[in-house]
């Protein structure tokens, strides 16, 4: 126990550098984490160690993806429910298949080890996206489109994964057999993610104090999860429908400083998730395994890309022409790039049973792949969306800085007199610093003044209004001052008009 516990210590120190060195130098820690892997590995840094991959499936792969459900942008999914379908169902399929057809006929896998290899790279990981999305302030419709897809893809695509395993495991297959497993797989997750999500969702809503709610959504998380387990339902879909149902419930009804806490919980284990996943990889690789499958790691990065366009393309056109519905073509464009793999991904394939035919060229092959995409597509993905320019232009951007300097300082005057009338702050201190925060806001407006952010200053006090309201009717019924049901349906207008607000937006 000693040793392991020193083993882990040392890995979770090296991550913490890593990151930090990735901070410094604005490059995504998940790039920096692959490549660190890499360089442990030609070094033989980390010894060969045996892997439970059960550990894998029941433990990290439950907190990987709820991680990522819990603080999904709901609204923005609901929106775009249309395109997420288009991706994570059928485009998930063509993905496979397309990357399936390559991978046989150029690397010499058999057809079921092909298949399976297409499901394993049919995941996709939106840590690198969404960072570079966040600072390049790209539109919304497009983040939501690209969230959405990896949540519902991902448990597309381990349902894919475990019905090839099974089949590979086999060493036949059977259509019958394959439409059988996914029907139960993803009608049991959804089924029981619904429950999930409301039984933890009520839950939550009663946590008397933060540390109550992050307790109870780590039982929320592995009970799901265990229970989808056992009926063979796919624990993946189930813990992602459960983590948007509670996180959408911890959002509107959670005091902030707990929703704070939450988050901060969830994003600490997705960091340490991804730092261990990456280091488990490279305790089962060797040096002259990456070597020997150069070559066929390279055909399948081309055979996953020629997946992907087709995928996206094609389910695009197919989509537009049947729904009426469009989507630019440079967001495609996004899509297509974007297309980039990581710690899931790695996991997915970590979790294979011991006893899977091709498991060690299948481990070597993917984390060759995951850290090709990492260093050649996340690296440059915040110039690729500068280059089609699908990210805010300059005054946008500084029109939005306008608006968050302003809203702190607002705010900010608030809390001052707040102070000052319970006579914790002196009339001097008071107003020495609220000088300081009017004279923010004062050049905040002098931007917003600007005829061409008329609009956005007209959105922003709109949606400042609304949460208002909505906050105050929440408190009155959690005092007892409105009935809940009165409440409720004045809450779901004001959700209605901020729904009318971010699509007009859009």
């Known amino acids: 126990m000693h040793e392991r516990l020193s083993s882990l210590v040392s890995v979770l120190a090296v991550g913490t550098l890593v990151a930090s060195a990735s901070k410094r130098m604005g490059v995504p820690y998940n790039v920096a984490l692959v490549l660190v892997g890499l360089a442990l590995v030609i070094l033989d840094v980390l010894p060969p160690t045996p892997l439970d991959p059960q550990l894998v499936l029941v433990v990290i792969l439950p907190l990987l993806v709820f991680e990522g459900a819990l603080f999904a942008d709901t609204d923005g999914l609901r929106r775009a429910a249309a395109p997420i379908v288009a991706l994570a169902a059928p485009g998930v399929i063509i993905s496979l298949l397309g990357t399936a057809a390559l991978a046989m006929w150029f690397v010499g896998f058999s057809f079921s080890a092909a298949l399976l290899l297409g499901a394993l790279l049919s995941i996709t990981d939106t840590v690198s996206v969404l960072l570079a999305f966040r600072s390049a302030s790209v539109p919304r419709q497009l983040q939501s489109i690209m969230e959405g897809e990896s949540l519902f893809n991902d448990g597309t695509a381990l349902v894919l994964v475990s019905v090839t395993t099974t089949m590979l495991l086999q060493g036949s297959f059977e259509l019958g057999f394959a439409v059988r497993g996914m029907t139960v797989a993803i009608g049991g997750g959804i089924a029981v993610g619904a429950a999930g999500g409301a039984l933890g969702a009520l839950v939550i809503r009663k946590a008397a104090d933060h540390l109550i709610a992050v307790l109870a959504s780590i039982v929320l998380t592995f009970g799901t999860a265990l229970l989808a387990e056992s009926i063979h339902a796919s624990p993946v879909i189930a813990v992602v429908i459960a983590g948007v149902a509670v996180g959408r419930s911890a959002r509107a009804v959670l005091e902030p400083a707990t929703v704070l806490a939450l988050k901060g919980f969830w994003a600490t284990v997705g960091f340490l998730l991804n730092v261990l996943v990456f280091e488990l990889v490279g305790m089962q690789l060797r040096t002259s395994d990456l070597i020997a499958e150069a070559g066929p790691i390279l055909l399948t990065l081309v055979a996953l890309h020629v997946g992907r366009a087709i995928a996206v393309y094609g389910s695009f056109a197919a989509f537009g022409r049947w729904l009426g519905a469009r989507t630019p073509l440079r967001w495609q464009h996004v899509m297509v790039v974007g297309n980039i793999k990581g710690a899931l991904c790695m996991a997915a394939v970590l979790a294979l049973p011991q006893t899977t035919p091709f498991r060690d060229r299948l481990i070597t092959i993917v984390f060759g792949v995951t850290f090709l995409t990492l260093v ?41 007199d707040e102070l000052m009338q319970a006579g914790v702050l002196s009339q001097r201190d008071h107003a020495e610093r609220r000088a300081v925060l009017q004279r923010e806001a004062i050049d905040a407006e002098r931007i917003l003044r600007d005829v061409s952010a008329r609009h956005e200053r007209d959105h922003v006090a709109d949606v400042a209004v609304l949460l208002a309201q909505k906050a105050a009717l929440q408190e009155a019924a959690q005092r007892g001052l409105i009935s809940d049901y009165s409440a409720e349906e004045r809450v779901a207008s004001i959700d209605s008009r901020l729904i009318a607000l971010a699509t007009e937006e859009s």
Not at 381 to 407: E, Q
């Open 376 to 416: 050649t597509q996340a690296l440059p993905f915040r110039r690729v969306l500068h280059w089609l320019g699908v990210s805010a232009s300059a005054g946008h951007s500084a029109i939005d800085h306008a608006k968050a300097t302003l809203l702190g300082a607002r705010h900010g005057q608030i809390a001052l």
